[in-house]
């Protein structure tokens, strides 16, 4: 916990790697005039650019071929096998986060760490009774992934300093601008999870995890709100069932303010042999889960808090007294990737344009740093809109090709086994765990889904059976883009892994 703050940028000799990579295939690719043959080819690079076997699986899907972008290379090598529609702009979903992690990993270090930080003037000084000479500074820091138990220890920290007694709480936010946004904006469903709203001070996502335990004896479920926050209950029952357990109960869970308080409606059923199982919900805005939170640790802890938590500045005589450094951004771009969070990627890109302009960021200098890095290391961005990092947005735009050109960087790069360890392995673990169990592809590719209404996107890299690697590029957009998209997928996975 006490360590110092790990280097937050790459070493020299990797940026000079990349920089030398993003040249090589510059002059492979794009300097051999592939983008005019590209942009020339036009929609008729359907039809010459799928081989049969993967042409009639397309053909099944009944889908256009205006709404397919694809883009398949041997990793190094200057000619695509495949290419369809490749610079045409396409809401990637959550293929996006691979742009985000990229950039991230590229920019700030696999070995960055976000710290949190107390303060107080005079470094904490304490009078007999404990009390806390002036306020509490909390300095946020960004940190994606500070869970409950880190808060609960660096306040317990606090404790074995001898501080009782605080006065005052002052949250000091000021690493990110304005970046609180309307959960229920997206798809009307603002107690998802997946819908969290960023915040420099985030603890555990936001999320209540609300725990549903078995009582046999009374044939009973007894609902658990973790953390146990005040001005929220659960109202309703989940039905007991006697049964072998047939995998995921059957429940529906759903948060509605009333008045001062949220109440959490449950219903369904679940079988008794299944065990405990759990949901997560969100209720609270970051700000207001955040000081429920503090309150309740600190007093559990034997503190006290008189005037309460407010929003400011952290002044500069203020001193450190504890901090926090989290996991490594190495560590990070695996949650975000393999298990497509959102509001982490959010965070994560917010990260990035605090560290490259300066404090106050918001998603548009965010996206401004990392279009920026990329297109430093020869990465074209034509055509692309990054607008939150997480693709959970109906405006963000990718190009095939121009992915494609970032993810052969990336491969060529000193930092390539950290970024290719983030992605989901096929049929083993993330998105794609049970995709292709029982196929000679299991195992063979480390891929980034994404899905919306109306865009299916899979990107990252095939090992074949030749021991080529290939990277794949897959945009549809379009009606009936997700009913159509996964045979078509997994048949495509499975070519490139039979090479």
């Not at 293929?95 to 070995?111: I, R």
């Not at 889960?289 to 503190?303: T, V």
């Not at 393999?338 to 982490?344: L, P």
Request: net charge positive; with cysteine; aromatic share 8%.
């Amino acid at each position: 916990m006490y360590l110092q703050l790990a280097s937050q940028q790459p070493g020299r000799r990797a940026q000079a790697a990349i920089r030398s990579v993003a040249t090589k295939l510059r002059q492979l690719t794009w300097g051999g005039g592939l983008w005019l043959l590209v942009c020339l080819a036009g929609p008729a690079a359907l039809a010459q650019g799928l081989p049969p076997e993967l042409a009639s699986v397309w053909r099944s899907t009944r889908l256009p071929e205006s709404a397919l972008s694809l883009y398949v290379k041997e990793v190094g090598t200057s000619q695509p096998m495949i290419l369809v529609n490749p610079t045409e702009p396409r809401n990637p979903a959550s293929v996006m986060k691979t742009v985000t992690t990229w950039a991230g990993l590229s920019g700030l270090g696999s070995d960055y760490v976000w710290r949190t930080t107390m303060l107080a003037r005079g470094g904490g000084r304490v009078d007999a009774q404990g009390t806390l000479s002036g306020p509490l500074y909390l300095k946020a820091g960004g940190d994606p992934f500070l869970t409950m138990q880190d808060l609960w220890g660096l306040l317990r920290q606090l404790r074995l300093r001898g501080i009782k007694n605080l006065t005052e709480v002052v949250v000091d936010r000021s690493l990110f601008g304005a970046v609180t946004i309307d959960p229920g904006a997206f798809d009307g469903a603002p107690d998802r999870p997946y819908n969290a709203s960023p915040d420099a001070m985030m603890v555990g996502l936001g999320a209540l995890r609300l725990i549903f335990q078995p009582d046999a004896a009374a044939r009973k479920w007894i609902p658990v709100i973790d953390p146990p926050l005040r001005g929220v209950r659960v109202e309703g029952e989940i039905a007991w069932k006697d049964a072998v357990c047939p995998g995921s109960p059957s429940v529906s869970t759903q948060v509605v303010p009333s008045g001062n308080e949220f109440i959490i409606r449950v219903s369904g059923s679940a079988v008794g042999s299944c065990g405990e199982f759990s949901d997560y919900r969100v209720a609270f805005s970051q700000k207001a889960y955040f000081e429920g939170l503090f309150r309740m640790l600190w007093k559990e802890l034997g503190g006290t808090l008189a005037k309460g938590v407010t929003e400011g500045r952290t002044p500069a005589n203020a001193t450190p007294v504890v901090w926090h450094d989290s996991r490594t951004l190495g560590d990070i771009i695996r949650y975000i990737n393999k298990h497509s969070n959102n509001v982490m990627a959010r965070t994560l890109l917010l990260t990035l344009g605090a560290q490259q302009t300066g404090p106050g960021a918001t998603p548009a200098s965010g996206a401004a740093a990392a279009l920026g890095l990329l297109q430093s290391q020869g990465v074209d961005t034509r055509g692309w809109v990054i607008d939150n990092g997480a693709g959970l947005s109906r405006s963000s735009r990718l190009t095939a090709a121009g992915l494609g050109s970032m993810l052969d960087v990336a491969w060529l790069s000193p930092m390539m086994p950290e970024f290719i360890s983030s992605l989901a392995i096929i049929g083993v673990d993330g998105t794609v765990r049970r995709r292709l169990r029982n196929d000679d592809a299991q195992g063979r590719a480390h891929l980034k889904t994404g899905t919306l209404r109306d865009a299916k996107a899979l990107a990252g890299y095939v090992m074949g059976a030749s021991g080529k690697r290939y990277i794949l590029v897959k945009f549809v957009n379009g009606e009936r883009a997700v009913a159509g998209g996964r045979a078509f997928d997994d048949a495509l996975v499975s070519w490139l892994a039979e090479r």
